[in-house]
């Protein structure tokens, strides 16, 4: 396939191809819940209890009977319940003193926070208005047994590790964790920690940076490592990883010269499917398999292999891991930038929010948007998404992808 005349092909067509192909890992385990922040459920929890499992007071202060209390401002305080008591029983026509998440005591039906009473011995004095029903959570306002709590396909957020643990679960059955091999090529590499640069040298930032990129996913890294522009070992590096990864993602290597060995390496050993995506940074992707591992090829330049990362791998890694797809969500951001001439590629621009007068958010981009400099998505918050073709005026409104709303 001659790269250069291959149609270039949209984000949404790639992202279509790519999820024919990302079956989910079909083992799964039963884990810890203490170990369960983001692997995907392999299957929907259902409560076993109701949550609360009591009407319980929200505040701290005094229950009572709306109904004693029409007529009466003042009601003796009999009863005095805490948070971990059991509830108790109201005596007609009497208060208690109850503080928040305390059991509602039965006969009570009302809880009146203590900044608006006043207290006289044992005498509660009431405020001139009170809402009858109020301050009270009631049992099962958050969730009532037999509900599903958790579908399955959720990558579990620690917010989602703690609705599992107000039920009771200690254990929850995961889809097994999905094997990433990360190999970057370049006879330019090396290691940080493996000595100084020698003249022409770079250090390896691409593999670190998406091993990063692994971890906040959940997935495992199995080991692998840096290659040098030769056939024979990047062939040789493929079949290892295949052996041991259930996807294999690649670094630079990919173009057409006579230094890209990734493409020639991955047809002879399995197949590849090279795309050009109308997209800037990071118009090369390939895709294939090698042995039973997916392959993924990324471009070399660090910029684009991190935007190609978020845009594609990381929805085809999370299909894999058996999770339920989630859109790009962007948000309407204005811009603080003009593009007078546009470009025929979708383009996704790093940038960065600031607030102005009144609250409203203007994109400042970043002025290097070379794929080489690294050190602007560490500046950006997040990326610009800017249809092929658009020209934009300063104040336009553009959608922003925020990083923390596409990193897992
Ligand atoms: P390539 O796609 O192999 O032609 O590489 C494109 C550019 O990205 C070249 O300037 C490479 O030196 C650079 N590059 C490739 N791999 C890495 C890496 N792992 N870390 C940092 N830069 C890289
Ligand atoms: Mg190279």
Redesign the pocket.
């Known amino acids: 396939m001659k790269e250069g005349r291959t149609p270039l092909l949209s984000a949404e067509e790639v992202w279509a191809r790519m999820r024919e192909d990302a079956a989910p890992v079909a083992d799964c385990e039963t884990i810890a819940l203490a170990d369960a922040v983001s692997r995907v459920l392999a299957q929907d929890l259902r409560a076993p209890i109701t949550v609360p499992g009591f009407d319980n007071s929200a505040m701290d202060g005094y229950a009572f009977r709306a109904s004693d209390a029409q007529g009466a401002r003042e009601l003796p305080v009999g009863l005095r319940v805490a948070a971990g008591d059991k509830p108790g029983t109201l005596a007609p026509g009497s208060a208690c003193r109850i503080f928040t998440g305390a059991p509602l005591p039965s006969g009570a039906d009302t809880v009146v926070i203590q900044e608006r009473c006043e207290r006289r011995g044992d005498t509660l004095i009431l405020p001139d208005k009170w809402t009858p029903h109020a301050n009270i959570r009631r049992a099962g306002e958050d969730i009532r047994a037999g509900d599903v709590i958790l579908e399955r396909g959720r990558a579990l957020t620690p917010q989602a590790v703690g609705l599992a643990a107000s039920c009771g679960f200690t254990e929850i059955l995961a889809r097994r964790r999905v094997r990433v091999a990360v190999l ?3 006879d ?2 090396r290691a940080a920690g493996s000595g100084p640069l020698r003249e022409g040298q ?6 670190p940076m998406l091993n990063a990129l692994l971890a906040r996913l959940g997935c495992e890294r199995v080991a692998a490592g ?1 290659l040098g522009d030769d056939l024979a070992h990047t062939r040789q590096a493929l079949r290892d990883a295949a052996q041991a990864a259930d996807v294999i993602i690649t ?5 057409v ?1 006579e230094e ?1 060995h990734v493409k020639a390496a991955v047809e002879a050993e399995g197949t590849l499917a090279l795309w050009r995506v109308a997209i800037k940074p990071g118009k090369p992707l390939a895709f294939g398999r090698v042995g039973a591992a997916h392959f993924l090829g990324l ?4 910029v684009s292999a991190f935007v190609t990362f978020l845009l594609f791998v990381q929805p085809f890694l999370k299909a894999v891991m058996g999770a339920a797809p989630t859109p790009l969500r962007a948000f309407p951001v204005h811009a603080a930038f003009a593009r007078e001439t546009p470009d025929g590629r979708r383009e996704f621009v790093r940038a960065r929010l600031v607030a102005r007068e009144g609250g409203s958010l203007w994109a400042e981009t970043h002025p290097r948007q070379s794929s ?1 400099v690294l050190s602007s998505t560490v500046w950006a918050e997040g990326l610009i998404d800017i249809a092929a073709g658009r020209i934009v005026a300063a104040g336009d409104m553009v959608p922003f992808l925020p990083f923390e709303g596409i990193l897992a």
Not at 299 to 302: A, D, I, V
């Open positions: 970057s090529t370049g330019e590499l770079i250090y390896d930032s691409n593999r840096a670094t630079g290597g990919v173009s010269g890209d471009p070399g330049n660090p080489g």
